[in-house]
């Protein structure tokens, strides 16, 4: 099955933030291809807290709804201290949990969606934080689905005097192939 919806999740929240503008190039080249882009509001969502989870919490709901009306995910997130930002972590820690009590076993919400991993930040390019990110993914993807080892983290741009450069050689060459390319992952 072919992308059609893609939700983009900016892991920082701040108004003038590299990454957003990172997502938004991407989300133009994706919508020049004929995909729906549709970006993920995490910044109003309450902190995880396991005593608001039956039901959770509206704006979790609304979050995990557009998780779900989406074929896949583009995440552009900068690394905080070698991690991501806590609320992009506090994003997929509601992401992770049942939706019923007791009902553990494989996250309902990112099963088998595929996951593509953009970082902007220093000259590592946020590298430290997405491997953090890798990991996360792929344990809240269960063993079976095809998880972020089918994105692309290309074209990692980087910062240089407040603007957002590619450091990997490749321009926007790359980050068209990139696209190109998640837009070919076909789930399992
Ligand atoms: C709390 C905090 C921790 C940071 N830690 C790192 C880091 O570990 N590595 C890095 O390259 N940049 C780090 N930065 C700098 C960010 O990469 C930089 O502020 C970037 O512009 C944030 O992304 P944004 O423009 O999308 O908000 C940190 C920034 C903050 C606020």
Known sequence: MQMKKVLMVVGSLRQDSFNRTVAQTIA??????GVTVNFATIADLPLMNQDFEFPV?????????QVQAADGLWIVTPEY???IPGGLKNALDWLSRPVTPGTFGSPEFLQGKPVMLTGAGGKKAAKVGLSHLKTLLIDLHGSDAPGPRGGVADPNPSLHDGEVRPITGTTNGGRSTSCGVALRFRRN
């Not at 133009?28 to 291809?33: A, F, K, P, Y």
């Not at 919490?57 to 709804?65: E, G, L, M, N, S």
């Open 57 to 65: 919490p509206a704006a979790v709901q609304r979050f995990r709804d």
């Open 28 to 33: 133009t080249q994706l919508e020049e291809q």
């Open 81 to 83: 201290n070698e991690m």
